[in-house]
């Protein structure tokens, strides 16, 4: 199956801190999501992003396939934010990455 | 849009027996659902994909004859964990696409303990 990684494996900040999450894929793929789970384990769709720039209040994402790689940025850090981010990539079925463990402290 | 729920949340068995867990989706048609497991503090990890009214296809490694996936209608998908061992004992979550939706879209997870 593809090979997906995800860096940095956690992550501390200090609540309003900004942030980038990268998410390397090892093979071409039509589908690419970002997910926060939060702690009750409820996976949270954050964006279907296959390629370019999405953003969504304080968070954007951007892919670029043709370097297989995305980016998650977080923006003024909440700690709401808190939690496990994972990006998922395939063509069907997903597969996930290693996923980022991000906890805002006030 | 595009809920997905799951039932039980959470289910303790006793070793040996069989636990059947639900996913529905609630406002969409599901073609296509998908089940996972995650142990603690891992990722999740892809057993199986369900097309409605097609047998399951199982990845590499995962049992068929113990985790029996049967998607019946578009918004129904079973997984049956027959004859529980401990070491079954993990996060199961569901997930479905379909229609227009080309994302997936991910039920709350069943927590199961197997003692």
Redesign the interface.
């Known amino acids: 199956?593809i090979q997906v990684e995800q860096s940095p494996p956690d992550l501390i900040l200090q609540e309003g801190a900004n942030s980038t999450l990268r998410c390397n894929f090892s093979d071409s793929v039509n589908?690419l999501?970002w997910?926060h789970q939060n702690p009750?384990?409820?996976?949270i769709?954050l964006f279907?992003i296959p390629s370019g720039t999405k953003q969504n209040g304080r968070l954007s994402a951007t892919t670029v396939a043709t370097e297989r790689y995305s980016l998650l940025y977080i923006s003024s850090s909440q700690t709401t934010d808190s939690g496990v981010y994972?990006c998922?990539v395939g063509d069907?079925?997903?597969?996930?990455?290693?996923?980022t463990s991000l906890t805002v402290i006030p | 849009g595009a809920v997905v729920s799951q039932h039980p949340s959470w289910v303790i068995c006793k070793s040996g027996t069989s636990v059947k867990i639900e996913c529905r989706s609630l406002d969409f048609q599901a073609t296509t659902m998908f089940w996972y497991r995650q142990f603690p503090k891992q990722s999740l990890m892809l057993m199986a994909t369900s097309n409605e009214g097609s047998k399951a296809t199982y990845e590499q490694g995962v049992e068929k004859d113990k985790f029996l996936i049967n998607h019946a209608s578009l918004t129904l998908s079973t997984l049956t964990v027959t004859s529980a061992h401990p070491e079954d004992s993990s996060f199961y979550i569901c997930s479905a696409s379909g229609g227009a939706l080309i994302e997936q879209y991910f039920g709350p997870g069943t927590r199961l303990t197997v003692t």
């Open positions: 199956g589908n999501q997910f009750w384990g409820q996976l769709n279907y994972f998922a069907g079925q997903f597969y996930f990455g290693t996923g």
